[in-house]
C-alpha cells in the first residue's frame, strides 16, 4: 500500500495534476456563534494537523542538528531577510508616546506593497496564480498597522501561510525540520526585532495570566524539541545559567531568554504561567498542556480567530470526512 502510494507521490513532482481554484482569502467569522463553523472546518482540521506534524517533527532535536535545506527554504529565509533590512531602511519616528511608532505603518505599507512579488519569487512559475492567496497569510503574519500591535493571532497567521505552502506542494514532509528551525526561527528573529524597534503592542494580551505577551507555537515545538533530554528539565528553563548555556539549541530557551531581556523584576511576577509550567514533571507534560493550552487561549477565542481568513487552501467548509 505505501508503495503504491510512493509512486503516485513521486509522479506528481512534475506541475499539479489538478488545476485549483485559487481565491483571496476572506473573513467569515464575524460573531461568536460562528466559531462552531470554524471548529468543525477544513482549516481548522489542517491547520492543527499541520502544528501537530511539526511538533512531532521537531521531538528531541537540537535548532543546532544537521537537516536538509531545500531551495524553497532557502528563498523564505531570502524573504524574511528582506523584511529585516527593510526595518533597518525604516528607522522609529520622534514622536510623544513610548508605544507603537508609527514608523512601524510604513514599514508595513512596503510589505503590502510588496508581498504578493515576495512569495512570487518563494513558488515555481506554474504556480503563479496561488501567490494573491498565500500572500494575504503572508501580511496578516506581522501585525496590526492601524493598532501597532502584534499576538497570537499575527503568528498563526504565519503558521497558515507556512501550511498553504504545504499544500500547494512547494514545501514538502522532508521540509519539516527546515520549516520549523530555519524558516519559523528566523520569522520568531524577525518578529522580535519589529516588537522592539516599533515598541508593538501585544495584541490582546491577558498580562501576567498570558503565556508570553507575543508568541505561543515556539513554546509547543521548543518543549517537544526537549522531551527525553538527558540533563534539561522544565524545572531548568528559570535558572539563567540554563537559559544562556542552551538557548542557541532550544527554541523555548529562546523565548525565556528574550523575555527576561524585555521584562524587569521576579520571573515569578511577569510571567506567572510559565513559571507554573516550570513544576511540571516533564517535557512531554508541559508539550501535551501547551498544545491544549493553544487550543483553549488561542484558537477557540474569538478575538484571536475573528481575524483569521479563509480561501481554497485553508477553507471553512466542513471536513469532509
Excluded at 500500500?1 to 476572506?26: D, L, N
Excluded at 460562528?34 to 517533527?57: C, H, P, V
Excluded at 528559570?238 to 527576561?260: A, R, S, Y
Excluded at 521576579?266 to 506567572?272: D, I, V
Aim: aromatic fraction near 10%; include cysteine.
Amino acid at each position: 500500500m505505501a508503495e503504491s502510494e510512493r509512486r503516485t507521490g513521486a509522479s506528481e513532482e512534475v506541475p499539479p495534476p489538478v488545476q485549483q481554484c485559487f481565491m483571496v482569502p476572506k473573513k467569515e467569522i464575524n460573531v461568536v456563534s460562528d466559531m462552531a463553523k470554524w471548529k468543525r472546518s477544513q482549516a481548522y482540521a489542517d491547520y492543527m494537523g499541520f502544528i501537530l506534524t511539526l511538533n512531532e517533527g521537531v521531538r528531541g532535536k537540537k535548532l543546532t542538528c544537521e537537516y536538509k535545506v531545500s531551495e524553497p527554504i532557502e528563498k523564505l529565509v531570502a524573504l524574511l531577510n528582506t523584511l529585516d533590512r527593510w526595518i533597518d531602511e525604516t528607522p522609529p519616528v520622534d514622536q510623544p508616546s513610548r508605544f507603537g511608532n508609527k514608523a512601524f505603518r510604513t514599514w508595513y505599507a512596503k510589505l503590502d506593497q510588496e508581498a504578493e512579488k515576495l512569495v512570487s519569487a518563494v513558488i515555481p512559475k506554474h504556480l503563479a496564480d496561488a501567490a494573491p492567496e498565500v500572500a494575504v497569510y503572508l501580511k496578516e503574519s506581522v501585525g496590526n498597522s492601524t493598532r501597532i500591535d502584534y499576538g497570537t493571532g499575527h503568528e498563526a497567521a504565519f503558521a497558515a501561510f507556512l501550511c498553504c505552502l504545504c499544500k500547494i506542494g512547494v514545501l514538502r514532509v522532508d521540509d519539516q525540520m527546515a520549516i520549523v528551525f530555519k524558516v519559523f526561527n528566523r520569522y520568531l528573529e524577525v518578529m522580535r526585532k519589529l516588537q522592539k524597534t516599533y515598541r508593538m503592542e501585544p495584541a490582546g494580551s491577558q498580562g501576567v495570566w498570558g503565556l508570553d505577551d507575543f508568541q505561543f507555537l515556539p513554546f509547543i515545538w521548543g518543549s517537544s524539541q526537549l522531551i527525553d533530554h538527558p540533563s534539561l528539565e522544565p524545572r531548568h528553563f528559570v535558572d539563567e545559567k540554563v537559559v544562556n548555556e542552551n538557548h542557541k539549541d532550544f527554541m523555548f530557551l529562546e523565548c525565556i531568554l528574550f523575555i527576561t531581556e524585555m521584562k524587569t523584576g521576579p520571573f515569578a511576577e511577569h510571567s506567572n504561567q510559565l513559571w507554573n509550567i516550570s513544576a511540571v514533571p516533564s517535557w512531554s507534560k508541559v508539550n501535551q498542556g501547551l498544545i491544549r493550552m493553544y487550543k483553549a487561549e488561542c484558537l477557540e477565542k474569538f478575538p484571536v480567530i475573528q481575524h483569521f481568513k479563509f480561501g481554497s487552501l485553508l477553507p471553512i467548509q466542513p471536513v469532509t470526512s
